[in-house]
C-alpha cells in the first residue's frame, strides 16, 4: 500500500522524446537546449545594451560561442565515456554522431569560452564584460536544457522512496541491476533545475547590489553552478569513468569551484574600479545602426536635388566652356 501511494504521488516521464516532421525527427531535447540559447541571448542583448553595447552584438559573438560550444561539449564527453567508444568491439564513428546523444555542460564552458574571447576580439567587446552579461542567462539557458533530460528519462539518480520520486519505463540504459520494475529515482534534472533558477535569481541580485564587473559575476556563476553539480553528480547512476574513486564530472564540478574563486578574487585585487566601458579602449560603437548611410554622406548623394534655375545655368555655363 505504500509503495501504490508513493507511486501515485510520484513524477511520471514523458512517453516521447521526438516526433516527427516530415522527414526529420525532432528532439525534444533539442529544442530544450535551442530555447534555452535564445533565452540566453535575449537576457544577455538586454544587459549589454544597458552597459552601452551595441544592441545584438551578442549575435555576432554567438556565431562563434555556439557551435564550438557544441564541439567541446561533444569532446568532453568522448573524453571523459572512453571506454563507450574505444575499444575492442567499439564503433569508432559513434564519436561523430552526436545526435544519438552524448555532450557535457564543463565541455560546453570550455568551447564557448575559447568562442566568445575569439567574438570578443572580433567585436570589441571586453571578454569579462560578455561574461558578466551572459552568465543569469546562461544558468537559465542550462535549466531548461535539463528538461530534456526528462524527456529522454536519462541522467537520473539513486533509488528514493520520497513521494516526488521520478518514474523512468522499464527497461532503460541506465537501470541498475537487481531493481524491481517501479522503483522510482530521484530526479536529479529538477533539482538542478530548482537550483539554477535560485542561481539566476541570486546572480541578478548581487550583481546590481554589488555591482560586480570584471568577470566577477561570472566567477559567482561558476562556483554556484559546480557546487550544485558536485551534489547531482554524487546522486546519478548513469554510467561514467571514475578517476581517484569520484565521476569525471565531480573532478570537473570541483575545478570549476576553485577557477570560479580564483577569478574572483583575482580579478577584485586587479579591477577594484568600475570598467569604463564594455569595449577595448578604441573599439566604442559610436551608436546607429549597421547600415549607417542614411546618416552619411560618404555613399550617397544627400545634396538638393537642382532647380530649374540652376540647371540653365549649368547649360549655359557648358556652352560658353566650349
Known sequence: MLFSASVAASIPSPSVSSFQLGPLTIHIYALCILAGIVVAAIMTNHRLTKRGAEPWVVIDI???AVPLAIIGARIFHVVTHWGFYFGEGKDFWAVFRIWEGGIAIFGALIGGAIGAWLGCKWTGIRFWTFADALAPGLLLAQAMGRFGNWFNQELYGLPTDL??????DYPNAAWPVGLPEGTLFHPTFLYEVIWNVLGVIFLLWAGKR???????LFALYLVWYSAGR???ENIRIDPSEVFLGLRTNVWAAIIGVVVGLVIFFVQKRRHPGLEPSPYYPGREWTGGGNVQSQDTDAFVDVSAPPTSESTADTATSTVVSR
Open 210 to 216: 554589488f555591482t560586480l564587473q570584471w568577470g566577477r
Open 230 to 232: 558536485i551534489v547531482w
Open 62 to 64: 554567438c556565431l562563434l
Open 163 to 168: 513521494p516526488w520520486g521520478l518514474q523512468i
